[in-house]
């Protein structure tokens, strides 16, 4: 089924009433003395631990608890790391691409609520002069630590796989105007998707990699001859795997079948029931296997908030029990999902193991980021990111360095 259509949710009802910004306003939550939350499985890269204990002190994860330590006990919660979404258009009813920094602020703290600690911000197509302001405004709260960088999505992307992206302002991967991202990112660019079959398209791939920007092969109509080309080239992405992309035929195999055999390459899935058949995910994670998967949200706006009317770039979005589409021509336009859902469902109904979810909501993202020196386990000398969900995983609390974004509800 369709992504939660309730996801009017108690959390961000409190957001909007307060319209309290999380990142530096969020509650001190472990005082000055060590926690030590305990009693947990707690979900390590080497297995499950069950009864295990995770120490607190400050914003990072310990070794060894003191004396003085404040304890939680979790007993029959599961301890996961903080989820790590690349590719995430906003929430709580704000975009990243056209919102103010309040709105932007906004749609983090939205994902927050939802276990994201680590969010990569994406926008979607718009002409040359907007995304080049747009990531100046972004960059600043990369600087600030708000986002893990900026994803541009588009424009150099295929007309004839633009899902929800304006036609009109579509335009071939010339390298010169992909530098003028980079340099307006501001050393922030973290990711660009790219139709790497067009015109200028390789060597675009060449530049990102040159500059270590993520080249994400996406929203394209290349062959498998071509992937295979991009790929040597130096894309390391496939932008969400079998979404804007031609299906797997068995003549004509595709970008999907290159993307999924190539081990320099992580997928993207969209795992929230609407974007993908459960089927289709098994696949992936046959082929690929479980380090080579990211479950993003590309949400949209409306996740965490609800049905009703959105602009998504200059383009007006339905929302109809969770799904997104596009009101002129239907298609899908991103989702509402948050990754505690798309964590459910991955050990729920795709009945993936736990520790192969974690993979994929958090180290794989991280390591991908490189990031992993910092977040994406719960390890000591990282960052004290990190969620608690319980037997049903269902999300029951969330810390991101150190600090309870969602106390812990026990009861
Ligand atoms: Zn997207």
Redesign the pocket.
């Known amino acids: 089924m369709a992504a939660d259509p309730g996801a009017r949710d108690s959390a961000n009802m409190r957001l909007r009433r307060g319209a309290r910004p999380a990142t530096t306003h969020s509650q001190p939550a472990t005082s000055q003395v060590p926690l030590v939350l305990s009693g947990a499985n707690v979900v390590m890269p080497t297995g499950t631990l069950k009864d295990g204990e995770v120490v607190i002190d400050g914003t990072q994860i310990t070794g060894t608890a003191p004396e003085n330590a404040h304890r939680i006990e979790l007993t029959g919660h599961y301890l996961v790391p903080g989820f790590v979404d690349i590719?995430n258009?906003g929430g709580g009813g704000a975009s990243f691409t056209s919102g103010t920094p309040n709105d932007v602020v906004t749609g983090i703290h939205t994902h927050r609520l939802h276990g994201t600690t680590t969010l990569v911000a994406?926008t979607v197509t718009g002409d040359m002069d907007f995304l080049t302001q747009r990531a100046g405004l972004l960059s600043e709260l990369a600087e600030q630590g708000d986002i893990a960088g900026i994803h541009f999505?588009g424009p150099f992307i295929s007309p004839c796989r633009k899902g929800a992206h304006s036609e009109e302002l579509l335009r071939d991967p010339d390298p010169a105007e992909v530098r003028k991202l980079i340099d307006a990112a501001r050393g922030h660019a973290t990711m660009v998707t790219l139709a790497t079959e067009l015109p200028g398209g390789i060597d675009s791939v060449r530049l990102l990699a040159d500059h270590g920007v993520i080249a994400a092969i996406g929203h394209t109509d290349a062959t498998y001859e071509e992937t295979v080309e991009a790929i040597e080239a130096g894309a390391t992405v496939a932008t969400h795997l079998f979404n804007a992309m031609p299906p797997l035929g068995h003549r004509q195999p595709g970008p999907i079948a290159a993307l999924l055999e190539d081990e320099r390459i992580t997928v993207e899935l969209i795992n929230d029931g609407t974007h993908l058949h459960p089927a289709s995910l098994q696949l992936a994670f046959h082929h690929a296997g479980a380090d080579r998967v990211a479950f993003i949200t590309?949400a949209m706006d409306a996740a965490g908030f609800g049905d009703g009317r959105y602009m998504l770039g200059p383009l007006e979005v339905e929302v109809a029990d969770g799904v997104a589409r596009l009101v002129e021509g239907g298609s899908i336009a991103?989702s509402t999902l948050t990754l505690d859902r798309a964590f459910k469902r991955a050990v729920t109904i795709d009945r993936l193991p736990v520790e192969d979810a974690v993979a994929a909501l958090s180290a794989n993202p991280a390591k991908l980021l490189g990031r992993y020196d910092r977040i994406g386990s719960l390890e000591p000398g990282k960052d004290a990111d990190l969620v608690i969900l319980d037997a049903d995983f269902d999300l029951k609390g969330v810390m991101r360095r150190g600090e309870w974004v969602v106390e812990p509800q026990l009861g």
């Open positions: 590719h258009h994406s999505e590309d991103g």
